[in-house]
């Protein structure tokens, strides 16, 4: 059965870092574009970056750019995001997701969704 599953999330300090892991289960990732999403509560959830299938393109919301990087390691069947100088606004559960293309997509594409992993980042 299809699965994805985030990890790596926590609480940090301002200013601090962690790498969020999305391993697929059930199918190989190396031919869908994958996406970060986060949700705080009470908001909507809102894309913070993707990934093409072969990994040579890259989008960043704007809050993110500069601070997060996403990265893919298709043999592993594992997407990344590298979060550093964290935020307290970077505060959420994150989401990451799988799209039918191979090329990032609007949110609307993106079919099958992980359970999401908490990031807290507070002093």
């Known amino acids: 059965q299809l699965q994805l599953v985030e990890s790596g999330g926590g609480l940090v300090q301002p200013g601090g870092s962690l790498r969020l892991s999305c391993v697929a289960s059930g199918f190989t990732l190396d031919n869908n574009a994958i996406a970060w999403f986060r949700q705080a509560p009470g908001k909507e959830r809102e894309g913070v970056s993707c990934i093409s299938s072969s990994g040579d393109r890259k989008d960043y919301a704007d809050p993110v750019k500069g601070r997060f990087t996403i990265s893919r390691d298709n043999a592993k069947n594992t997407v990344y995001l590298q979060m550093n100088s964290l935020k307290p606004e970077d505060t959420a559960i994150y989401y990451c997701?799988?799209?039918?293309?191979?090329?990032?997509?609007?949110?609307?594409?993106?079919?099958?969704w992980g359970q999401g992993t908490q990031v807290t980042v507070s002093s």
């Open positions: 997701a799988a799209t039918r293309f191979t090329v990032c997509q609007s949110r609307r594409e993106y079919d099958f």
